[in-house]
């Protein structure tokens, strides 16, 4: 199965943390998709969530994983996100993937994300080589300390 991460998963050793078969096909982007941190969290933060937009990009990476380990994760995205299949633009072709967008029932424009959720969208926007703009345009966002210090630790932990 392709996967499109765009959020946290982005970064591979997160993502692998979570279904171990993930392997990078390709850094992609995604036209007419526009990035935002609107997705209620279990947690009470914000999390990445896209839209569709007109004149946007949202940039990501394209991972196959075992159709199996789908379950994983569905359950760790939560009820809050709907599974989407997507077409995406690599090379002269289109390359059907599936990604989450929120439920927008689980969405508020008023949310911030976690600072430790940030860093992980942005070391896996610098793993991946995307492009320097759009890796400014995250670090922009607006981010707040996680009120249990515990779990932040234990989120950045991965980072080492």
Known sequence: ???????????SKRL???VPSATKVAAVSLPDYELFFDKRGTDGSGKGNIRKTNDSIVYGVIYE???EEKVTLDRIEGAGYDDVSLQIPVGSELIKVFTYMAKESHTDDSLNPYSWYKNLIIAGAKENNLPEEYINEIQEVEAIKDPEEERAKLELKILE
Request: aromatic share 24%.
């Open 1 to 11: 199965m392709l996967y499109f991460a765009y959020g946290s998963n982005l970064y």
């Open 65 to 67: 994983i075992n159709a």
């Open 16 to 18: 692998k943390s979570r």
